[in-house]
């Protein structure tokens, strides 16, 4: 599965016709993660959790802290505990 990355965002699919999504902004020093999409084909998949998987790694590389206002963004940093580092 081929996760692709532009300027607020990781997804899976083409720019114009994601198949899923992660969308984010930058901050300063924090990234707010807004909004998680998976579209019905691609769920049950784990796909949102590569997507954050990968907003937790970009997290690490620049040094920032992520902010989930996204239920399921918040929901899954609270839970998982090796990302507690990169949770604000």
Do not use: W
């Not at 899923?20 to 084909?41: Q, W």
């Not at 802290?65 to 090796?82: H, M, N, R, V, W």
Request: charged share 30%; with cysteine.
């Amino acid at each position: 599965m081929d996760i692709k990355q532009n300027e607020e965002s990781f997804y899976i699919g083409e720019e114009e016709g994601k198949k899923a999504e992660l969308h984010f902004t930058i901050e300063g020093e924090t990234i707010v993660v807004d909004h998680t999409f998976v579209s019905d084909e691609l769920r049950g998949q784990g796909v949102a959790g590569k997507l954050l998987h990968q907003v937790v790694q970009m997290a690490r590389e620049q040094n920032k802290k992520i902010t989930p206002t996204c239920s399921y963004a918040k929901k899954k940093l609270q839970d998982t505990k090796e990302y507690h580092d990169v949770l604000s």
